[in-house]
């Protein structure tokens, strides 16, 4: 008699579509990021981003673990995060996919380290990874913040499958709540 264990006897509480639906339900801001390799220039388009730590300034990227651009970083140790603007839809498009040419005929601004800071982007932060870890489908990258700028303007936004902008509601949460 063969035996089983209670994890192949569960039934799963979660599929795809439901998980990936509740996802969806969050509102997320959209970067681009960006490194060098070999001298030729990469990027991603990332939604997965998010601050870690204020001392020492830290953040975190998660990029598919088929991303060359993820590799490449992997590799060489640091990249450029490009926040984009509500104007720039067009590029997340372009970032999100596997073609070649991503950076062929996009402006770009100066350049920190010779990473690419996308024209239009509402800023950058400059990072060194500081660690790798795996998460199912996903590369994380942790790096600690060494320089960013700010531009202004309003943040592209990801909600549902789509893109979207951000309407600011005139004051700070700490003005609404009194803080």
């Avoid at 993820?70 to 603007?85: K, M, P, Y």
């Avoid at 982007?121 to 790096?143: F, K, M, Q, S």
Wanted: aromatic fraction near 8%.
């Amino acid at each position: 008699m063969e035996a089983t264990t209670a994890q192949s006897q569960r039934t799963p509480l979660l599929d795809d579509a439901t998980f990936r639906d509740a996802m969806g339900h969050f509102v997320t801001g959209v970067t681009v990021v960006t490194t060098v390799h070999d001298g030729v220039p990469l990027g991603a388009t990332v939604s997965a981003f998010s601050s870690l730590s204020m001392d020492p300034p830290m953040l975190l990227v998660c990029l598919n673990r088929t991303s060359e651009t993820g590799r490449a970083i992997e590799e060489v140790g640091d990249f450029t995060v490009n926040l984009l603007s509500d104007a720039q839809s067009g590029l997340a498009m372009r970032f999100a996919s596997r073609s070649s040419a991503k950076f062929d005929g996009v402006a770009l601004a100066s350049s920190p380290g010779d990473h690419p800071v996308l024209s239009g982007a509402l800023g950058w932060v400059r990072c060194e990874v500081v660690d790798t870890c795996y998460g199912g489908t996903h590369r994380i990258l942790i790096a600690r913040a060494v320089a960013a700028d700010v531009a202004g303007g309003e943040p592209l936004t990801y909600y549902r499958g789509g893109f979207g902008d951000f309407t600011p509601w005139g004051s700070t949460v700490r003005d609404r709540v009194g803080a």
